[in-house]
């Protein structure tokens, strides 16, 4: 009979985030368990890797402030690298109500101590990238510390430490159920046989609703396909370039090795287990592509290398920490709405607070539970790309 302090469910970098926190926390008895032959496989190996703190709700800023700042100084604590490029987010507006709620954004950024965010002109936007079709637009706002990381790293970087400080990795192991006894969660049922535990971590990414129900936890995460669009090697456009975000149609892009990767949220996109690259998606990329950036028209791209990946989405667009309402020991690290990377962070920190002490200082934990959705206190979250 195996046996563990804490199980997490799924060794994705939310999963690997947790074990690493948990660890270093001083809980050392950590199994981690992921049902593929490999880390990585589902949403965080997929990732555009962006990180932001430019959010329009405090918790999310919050949760940004912290993580942004640990991905900053990842390889000199961990010892493995992250891959963080501080290389900014330039939001670009094209509409009065843009600007204004840039300008609310900002403001509630900066009260929160967000120190390297500002306000940017349409002509300065013009003198940095004379690149983009600009007569439209009339100005934007600016992080200098948001940037990207390499997610595959970052999460291999969190589960190696861990397991360094005696957390285990299961891999090739799916979890097949949850059981209880009169003292709440006793462990799970794997693959590989059961392993007893008292406290168990649904860290299982766009697939956390199928884990939730083995104790008949009702988590409102779907899953939504993302696509994303590489290109071939480019040279006319700037490789110091932030992430760009077009406001006037949610078209983004930022550089990746010698080109530059394309994004953009599909309104006709409808929820499921859609893994698939639709290859009709390139030409519509191709399209808001070559409207905000002229040179893009020589862009060459090969669908094949282009991919498709899952959003683990909530209705107010934010996460679900916490333990279950009902499920002692039953502990929730969901919904990240497209943000999983860039918080892992903040998440890690605030689970292993929440299972070593039942509380966490770095957000007002209250607002991120479960029950929010039943007792109607959601917290919409309106800048999400
Ligand atoms: C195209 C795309 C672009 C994105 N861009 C960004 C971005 O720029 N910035 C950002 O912050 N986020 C981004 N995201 C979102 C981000 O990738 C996710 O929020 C994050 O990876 C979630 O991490 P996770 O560990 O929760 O989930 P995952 O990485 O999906 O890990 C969950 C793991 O659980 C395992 N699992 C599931 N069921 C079981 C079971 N029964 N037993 C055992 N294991 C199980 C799965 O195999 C999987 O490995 C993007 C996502 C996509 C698809």
């Not at 290398?305 to 969901?334: K, Q």
Request: aromatic share 10%.
């Amino acid at each position: 009979m195996h046996t563990a302090e804490v199980i997490i469910i799924g060794g994705g970098i939310v999963g690997s985030s947790i074990a690493y926190h948990l660890t270093a926390s001083g809980c050392k008895d950590v199994l981690v368990i992921e049902r593929e032959t490999a880390q990585g496989k589902g949403s965080t190996g997929k990732s555009m890797g962006g990180v932001r703190a430019q959010f329009s709700t405090p918790v999310n800023i919050q949760m940004s402030l912290y993580s942004i700042p640990f991905y900053a100084s990842f390889d000199d604590l961990l010892g493995y690298p992250a891959g963080y490029r501080p290389q900014g987010y330039l939001f670009c507006a094209t509409d009065e109500k843009h600007i204004a709620y840039l300008r609310t954004n900002y403001q509630k950024q900066i009260a929160m101590g967000l120190k390297d965010v500002r306000l940017i002109s349409a002509d300065e936007i013009r003198g940095m990238f004379p690149q983009l079709r600009s007569d439209d637009i009339i100005g934007g706002s600016f992080c200098s510390t948001d940037g990207f990381v390499d997610p595959y790293s970052a999460m291999i970087g969190f589960m190696t430490s861990a397991a360094d400080h005696g957390a285990k990795l299961w891999k090739n192991t799916q979890v097949t159920g949850i059981t209880r006894d009169t003292k709440g969660i006793a462990g799970v049922e794997t693959t590989r046989g059961t392993v007893s535990a008292r406290k168990v971590v649904n860290a299982a990414g766009a697939w956390a609703k199928s884990i939730a129900e083995m104790v008949g936890v009702n988590l409102p995460v779907e899953p939504l396909r993302r696509m994303l669009v590489p290109t071939e090697p480019f040279d006319q456009f700037p490789h110091s370039a932030p992430m760009i975000i077009d406001m006037s149609n949610g078209f983004h892009f930022r550089p990746e090795a010698l080109g530059f990767l394309l994004a953009w949220n599909d309104p006709e996109e409808t929820t499921g287990y859609k893994m698939d690259f639709d290859p009709a998606f390139v030409e519509k990329i191709l399209i808001r592509a070559a409207e905000r950036v002229p040179v893009f028209e020589n862009l060459a791209v090969n669908p094949k290398r282009a991919w498709a990946g899952l959003y683990e989405m909530t209705p107010d667009h934010h996460p679900i920490l916490g333990e279950a309402p009902g499920v002692p020991g039953f502990f929730l690290a969901n919904g990240f709405s497209g943000h999983g990377v860039m918080h892992a962070p903040a998440t890690g920190k605030i689970l292993a607070d929440l299972i070593l002490t039942g509380k966490s200082d770095l957000i007002d934990t209250s607002l991120l539970t479960l029950s929010r959705f039943a007792e109607g206190k959601t917290i919409h979250e309106t800048a999400v790309l």
